[in-house]
């Protein structure tokens, strides 16, 4: 079983309250818009990353992390972008890759608001886990985390943080 801290949008902010939580976790996921890559270099020496870059990421955070990640976590297929879109509703950019060949859990950031979606359609968990940083308009700072074990997401938790700013 792993337990997998996710988050996102953080705009080069971390905090402890933020890292209590990573140091929980056997693998953190980032799904975008690091910013300072200071957030990320923290994490990893705290735990396993797996990360993407959002929009507002620069050559660094680009160079470093892909545009998309596809991987398999205790035989769970897992595809993470910044930008996806939503059930019925995915980034075009995706939409045909992934009707073709959906993942069992797909991420995506950039809205900064905390979503979990069932996708019927493409028997997919969609998940978005709003914002950990202070930058944006969301007034909760949010992450997810679950647990992956055997081909099964279980104990899915939204943990909130504190109020931006």
């Not at 402890?16 to 975008?32: M, N, P, R, S, T």
């Not at 892909?66 to 059930?87: A, R």
């Not at 647990?147 to 099964?152: D, I, K, S, T, Y």
């Amino acid at each position: 079983m792993k337990k997998i801290l996710l988050l996102s949008d953080t705009h080069s902010y971390i905090d402890a309250q933020i890292l209590k939580f990573v140091k929980q976790a056997d693998e953190v996921w980032h799904a975008g818009d690091i910013g300072n890559l200071n957030v990320t270099d923290t994490i990893q020496k705290l735990k396993p990353l797996r990360a993407v870059f959002g929009n507002i990421d620069d050559k660094d955070a680009r160079s470093e992390f892909p545009l998309d990640l596809k991987f398999e976590v205790e035989k769970v297929p897992v595809w993470m972008t910044h930008i996806g879109g939503y059930p019925n509703r995915y980034n075009q950019r995706i939409r045909e890759e992934i009707q073709k060949n959906p993942p069992k859990i797909f991420i995506a950031g950039h809205s900064h608001i905390l979503k979990v979606q069932y996708d019927k359609t493409l028997n997919l968990l969609h998940l978005n886990p709003g914002a950990a940083g202070n930058h944006g308009f969301h007034k909760i700072r949010t992450m997810l985390r679950f647990c992956l074990e055997n081909g099964e997401i279980k104990n899915l938790e939204i943990i909130e943080l504190a109020k931006r700013g």
